[in-house]
């Protein structure tokens, strides 16, 4: 019998080798996909978990925002028709008073009115104006009420940038620590709001 060279592959190796369809092992293998198909099926996964993932954010994300806007604006009319009554206004002014004092924005010379519950979270003298329903409510404005607005702001940033306070003449007084902005804002979402729901009647004739 003459020896292989251990250089050679012998006959099972060789088929091994040369037959995908046998495995090392001698187990048989799936013949590999065509590119193609392998990309056909990869994008019809990711459009199967796209719908998947849309019906649940129909279903489910709608519904939450819902409810939370709702459970919100529950909470403001509740509260707002608790301190409708005098004497829970008249027992809880000093603990307010207390806690704005504390909060440390008076200091500054800033109406925030951190204590007036909002659906969207702002506070008059420091709400964000990069969106187009506060610009409007800048332009409502009485001249001299957006001026003294901008004055406040930029006495602020410049206490703020020396690290110091002003002078305890110079505080917001509570009788000017009021809603001014806001008001305005929430009128003009009330307006954003019949205009959509006029827009959106249907007419049968």
Same mark, same amino acid.
């Not at 004497?87 to 000093?94: I, L, Q």
């Not at 307010?96 to 519950?117: E, Q, S």
């Not at 709400?127 to 610009?135: F, L, W």
């Not at 804002?185 to 954003?192: G, L, P, S």
């Given at each position: 019998? $003459?020896?292989?060279?251990? +250089? ?12 995908? $369809? ?10 590999? #996909? ?22 649940? %954010? ?23 028709? !608790? +301190? ?23 200091? %500054?010379? %800033?109406?925030?009115?951190?204590? #007036? ?16 329903? $506060?610009?409007? #409510? ?22 703020? !940038? ?30 954003? #709001?019949?205009?959509?729901? %006029? ?7």
């Amino acid at each position: 019998m $003459v020896e292989q060279p251990w +250089f050679m592959p012998s006959a099972a190796q060789h088929i091994n080798i040369t037959n995908p $369809v046998i495995g090392r092992r001698g187990r048989p293998q799936q013949p590999p #996909a065509s590119q193609p198909a392998v990309r056909n099926r990869r994008i019809a996964h990711r459009e199967q978990g796209e719908e998947h993932l849309e019906t649940r %954010l129909k279903s489910q994300g709608v519904e939450d925002i819902i409810r939370i806007r709702t459970g919100a604006m529950a909470l403001t009319s509740m509260i707002t028709r !608790v +301190f409708e009554k005098p004497w829970v206004t008249k027992a809880m002014t000093p603990i307010a008073n207390w806690y704005c004092n504390a909060a440390g924005y008076r200091k %500054l010379g %800033l109406r925030c009115v951190i204590l #007036a519950i909002d659906v969207d979270g702002g506070y008059d003298d420091l709400i964000p104006e990069d969106n187009d329903t $506060v610009q409007l #409510a800048l332009k409502r404005l009485p001249p001299k009420e957006a001026y003294d607005r901008m004055y406040r702001i930029r006495r602020a940033v410049q206490c703020s !940038v020396e690290h110091q306070l002003l002078p305890e003449k110079d505080h917001t007084k509570p009788e000017d620590d009021i809603r001014y902005l806001s008001p305005i804002i929430e009128a003009i979402k009330r307006e954003n #709001a019949e205009r959509v729901e %006029l827009d959106s009647l249907i007419i049968k004739r």
